[in-house]
């Protein structure tokens, strides 16, 4: 293989390498070392002049011509026509064919005359010399190609060498694209930031008119001032700092604050709402000292998910008006929307968020996309005192953030229980009077509940408007006697004339039932109701995702609903698994007609169902004479009814 030798003035002889290296740093001796161009280029130049390379060149192909003549000579091997044209452009002479290998190298055209025209001793001698002068041009040739193999680097050298390059110029090219990511990412964080901020400034707008308030207060920080002042120092500083970067992300605006109480006015209610959902994440998972967490208001409770500053938010959305404050030159806000937030904030616990139904409704369909599906729980309808004593007749509902949230669905399910779930769960609210059922009141003792389904038909015919009116008046009365049941009765859900009603005792859903039917019939109503009711075991129960409504799941609540389905109006009817009828409890009820209406198979329920229909006394009864012992002696009583049942 061909290399190059590197001379004290950096040029080289060879043909191939040539075009690999390129004059280097001086070796100790006074040589120079073969250096490699840039590899990427694929063609490396020598740095020195096109004459020399000729020159060098010329010479070596000289070289070659005289040894291939020589060989060709010795053999008695004729030459080719192609050999014979590459040594005529070599040598530069006419024709070949007429003289001898060896006097080609040192004779003119004149001598080579003279020695063919001389006698063969004069020829011979000739030959002699040529045939010298050959060989020590061969043998001139030999030694240079000597000293530039021992000069020249070693295949291995070569290959070390092209790896180092290669390595440096990826390292190289890595620092490149490294320094240019990283110069883009500083750019694109630069770009971000600016659109940000701009969109930031172009949302700061102060809300007016009808606005979402949003009010926040550390419970229990009067007495964790005076334990320990230095960590409820620290302690409020986080707080604070969560608090503005929560309400910045939703383009909140900050009203004012009295001591540790942030009062907020937010566009929407769904960034009102999140601001409160997030916050309450971020202080449960806040760095907070080991100080404050020491104290009793601030101690770290797994199963509660409690940790740190508990802090009570409440929202409410409605009409207010604002004005500008003549020495702080910020805008607040007065009116009912603001004390009604008010008295929502005195009726809350800390580490609460608490709304009401009429700002829920304005995101209740929302919740899931933007509001990662929290924990909706109804609260049930109060009476707040607000500014002067003034009632605010509310609906509550409670939010907990998903990750903090108390799973009732597994706690309340027919799987015993060793361990309570964790999550958040608080004492019921502190307002004036509750006037309706709260999620806490639904039926769930020992998993066992009494399950009756209202279905509304009309009995004569009757135009939009008055069925309407007509339905808003028996929605008032089934809650009504709902309040009035003792326990009293829970709804779980209402639509369009179906009721979904949940009772702890049978005798207590009869009742119920009979009574409604009675009103109606005095009120001379033209809707009629089926009534059918069903006691059992639920599967599980717990918050409706979207109503916060208590929400049963099981056999029990299919077989009621079936049961009303095929019942009659003007009676309540009452169904009972026939393997589970010897065990049932007979309800003891006064003036109730039973009637027993044999067995019944419902579609998609397979076991027989025992029916029995229930029937008030009427007036015209009595009238006939019934007297006082014989409804005493009616008395509801299905296990002597139901002997007969096949």
């Known amino acids: 293989m061909p290399f190059v030798k590197h001379d004290d003035d950096g040029k080289g002889e060879g043909s191939r390498l040539s075009r690999f290296f390129?004059?280097?740093d001086k070796k100790s001796d006074g040589g120079s070392v073969g250096v490699p161009m840039h590899i990427s280029t694929k063609s490396l130049i020598l740095d020195e002049s096109k004459e020399s390379r000729s020159s060098r060149r010329t010479d070596l192909n000289r070289a070659k011509t005289e040894h291939h003549l020589l060989t060709s000579k010795r053999n008695n091997r004729a030459l080719s026509p192609t050999t014979k044209r590459r040594i005529e452009r070599s040598l530069g002479i006419g024709d070949i064919s007429v003289i001898s290998a060896p006097t080609v190298l040192n004779y003119d055209d004149a001598d080579v005359s003279q020695a063919h025209s001389n006698p063969p001793a004069k020829r011979h001698s000739l030959e002699s010399d040529a045939r010298g002068l050959l060989v020590s041009r061969r043998n001139q040739s030999t030694r240079s190609m000597r000293r530039l193999h021992s000069s020249a680097p070693s295949i291995s050298q070569l290959a070390f060498e092209k790896k180092t390059v290669n390595s440096n110029l990826e390292s190289v090219e890595k620092g490149r694209v490294e320094e240019s990511t990283a110069l883009q990412s500083v750019a694109t964080a630069q770009l971000v930031s600016n659109r940000k901020t701009d969109t930031l400034k172009a949302n700061i707008k102060i809300p007016k008119g009808v606005v979402s308030i949003v009010i926040t207060d550390i419970e229990g920080s009067t007495m964790m001032w005076e334990q320990n002042p230095s960590a409820m120092k620290d302690a409020l500083n986080v707080h604070d700092s969560i608090i503005r970067r929560c309400y910045v992300k939703q383009s909140g605006y900050e009203i004012a604050t009295e001591g540790d109480s942030f009062r907020l006015a937010f566009h929407h209610p769904l960034d009102a709402l999140s601001f409160c959902l997030d916050c309450q994440t971020k202080l449960f998972n806040a760095n907070w000292t080991n100080g404050i967490l020491e104290l009793q208001n601030a101690k770290h409770i797994p199963d509660r998910q409690?940790?740190?500053?508990?802090v009570r938010m409440v929202v409410h959305h409605g009409q207010t008006t604002s004005r500008t404050h003549e020495t702080t030159h910020r805008t607040f806000f007065k009116g009912e929307g603001v004390d009604i937030a008010k008295a929502l904030e005195k009726a809350s616990h800390g580490g609460q968020i608490v709304t009401n139904a009429e700002t829920w409704k304005e995101v209740s369909g929302m919740a899931e996309r933007h509001l990662g599906s929290p924990q909706i729980l109804d609260l049930g309808k109060h009476d707040l005192k607000g500014k002067g004593n003034?009632?605010?007749?509310?609906?509550?509902?409670?939010l907990v953030p998903k990750r903090l949230a108390f799973d009732y669905c597994t706690f309340r399910g027919t799987v015993e229980q060793f361990t309570r779930p964790e999550g958040r769960t608080f004492p019921p609210p502190k307002t004036y009077r509750q006037l309706s059922t709260s999620f806490f009141d639904a039926p769930y003792v020992e998993n066992k509940v009494c399950i009756a389904f209202i279905n509304t038909v009309t009995a004569r015919e009757i135009n939009t408007d008055d069925l309407a009116e007509e339905s808003c008046k028996l929605a008032k009365m089934i809650r009504s006697l709902l309040i009035r049941t003792k326990p009293p009765a829970y709804e779980c859900q209402e639509d369009n004339g179906f009721w979904m009603l949940a009772f702890h005792s049978s005798g207590s859903s009869i009742m119920f039932g009979l009574t409604l039917i009675e009103k109606l019939q005095r009120s001379d109503s033209p809707?009629?109701?089926?009534?059918?009711?069903?006691?059992g075991n639920f599967a599980s129960m717990g918050p409706h995702t979207v109503t916060g409504r208590a929400d049963y799941?099981?056999?029990?609540?299919?077989?009621?609903a079936r049961i009303a389905s095929h019942s009659e109006t003007g009676q309540v009817r009452l169904g009972i698994p026939k393997p589970e009828l010897k065990d049932f409890q007979s309800p003891k009820i006064k003036d109730v007609q039973v009637r027993y209406l044999g067995t019944e198979m419902y579609k998609g329920i397979n076991v027989k169902m025992c029916l029995f229909a229930c029937i008030p006394f009427s007036s015209k009864e009595s009238e006939l004479g019934i007297k006082n012992g014989e409804k005493t002696h009616r008395r509801m009583s299905l296990i002597h009814d139901t002997a007969r049942c096949p």
């Not at 409690?306 to 508990?310: A, N, S």
């Not at 799941?553 to 009621?560: I, S």
């Open 553 to 560: 799941f099981g056999p029990v609540v299919n077989r009621a």
């Open 22 to 24: 390129r004059k280097g």
């Open 306 to 310: 409690m940790r740190g500053l508990r």
């Open 527 to 535: 809707l009629l109701v089926q009534i059918g009711v069903h006691c």
């Open 390 to 398: 003034v009632i605010h007749t509310q609906r509550l509902l409670q």
